[in-house]
């Protein structure tokens, strides 16, 4: 069991953007919440093991496996301190 296991769709913000590689192509991409639940066959109390089983890779020809992650959403900005 991992986390995918534990999160469901619901349990997360519209917004959330979900990183989704691809296992053959190595192509990467996001999907929004949104988008997946619009996707055929999921539903709000699907979970990201499931989410992940449904997915296959967008490039054209491929349609390999993807894994999938939660993209942070937070700011990161840089050092702007100085040394003394």
Same mark, same amino acid.
């Given at each position: 069991?991992?986390?995918?296991?534990?999160?469901?769709?619901?349990?997360?913000? &519209?917004?959330?953007?979900?990183?989704?590689?691809?296992?053959?192509?190595?192509?990467?991409?996001?999907?929004?919440?949104?988008?997946?639940?619009?996707?055929? &066959?999921? %539903?709000?109390?699907?979970?990201?093991?499931?989410?992940?089983?449904?997915?296959?890779?967008?490039?054209? &020809?491929?349609? &390999?496996?993807? %894994?999938?992650?939660?993209?942070?959403?937070?700011? %990161?900005?840089?050092?702007?301190?100085?040394?003394?």
């Amino acid at each position: 069991m991992s986390w995918k296991h534990e999160i469901q769709l619901r349990d997360l913000d &519209g917004e959330q953007a979900i990183e989704v590689l691809c296992r053959r192509c190595n192509d990467a991409y996001y999907e929004r919440v949104s988008e997946l639940l619009e996707a055929a &066959g999921l %539903t709000p109390f699907s979970y990201l093991d499931e989410v992940e089983r449904r997915l296959a890779c967008k490039r054209w &020809g491929c349609k &390999g496996a993807v %894994t999938i992650s939660l993209a942070d959403s937070a700011e %990161t900005s840089a050092f702007v301190g100085g040394l003394p």
